[in-house]
């Protein structure tokens, strides 16, 4: 008669597992073709007795790794079972993967077991990825330096439409256009490229158009 599916007891026969190692301990160990063990199995799917009995009774390393170099924690869906893990089995929740992550700082990154990663981060301590990560409203990824020789900064945000177009005409295309072909220049922090930023804004404070005094120059010239 061929032998059960230990990893499929796991799921949803853990006493029976129990059971079936305390007639062949030797597979309590064992690890399939990935590193995935029966302890893995048995946090992820949240068998708390079956966790206890393979550590305790079965001696089990409660840090066993997967070929990812992930303990069961990584894969724990449930905070109870965390809880067990860190407080009676002493996991090691400072481990990190192959990606040199920890189990929190992976589910963070992932976005998964937000019960399981809000404990977690209330033992390891730090704020949590996302928190760090996250840009908040109004942030630049690289701002714009201050004008050399002058008080006025740029401000680039995100704005509704009718943010910013309060109070004024249409932005000129033109003025428009040559700031942001001289914000995408790699020398945009030159002197010659701040001159010529200083000269366009300043055009614009003092009233002027850009676009009236090309057609003023053509006037001139024909």
Do not use: W
Request: net charge negative; charged share 30%.
């Amino acid at each position: 008669m061929a032998q059960p599916n230990p990893y499929i007891m796991a799921c949803d026969k853990p006493e029976a597992l129990i059971e079936l190692l305390r007639s062949n301990p030797s597979i309590a160990s064992t690890q399939d073709e990935s590193g995935y063990s029966l302890l893995h199995a048995a946090a992820s799917y949240g068998h708390t007795d079956l966790l206890r009995a393979l550590v305790n009774e079965f001696q089990v390393d409660v840090n066993l790794l997967d070929e990812d170099g992930e303990t069961c924690l990584f894969v724990t869906e449930h905070e109870h079972i965390a809880k067990c893990l860190v407080e009676e089995l002493k996991v090691d929740y400072n481990k990190k993967n192959s990606e040199d992550m920890t189990a929190v700082e992976k589910m963070e990154q992932d976005d998964e077991f937000p019960e399981v990663s809000t404990y977690l981060r209330t033992v390891v301590g730090g704020a949590p990825i996302s928190a760090t990560n996250a840009a908040t409203p109004g942030d630049v990824l690289n701002p714009p330096a201050p004008i050399p020789g002058s008080d006025m900064k740029f401000n680039i945000g995100t704005m509704t439409e009718e943010e910013a177009t309060a109070g004024e005409s249409e932005p000129d295309p033109e003025f428009k256009r040559r700031i942001e072909e001289l914000a995408a220049r790699d020398d945009y922090y030159s002197e010659e490229v701040q001159s010529q930023v200083r000269a366009l804004v300043e055009d614009v404070m003092a009233g002027t158009n850009i676009q009236a005094m090309e057609r003023e120059v053509r006037r001139r010239t024909e």
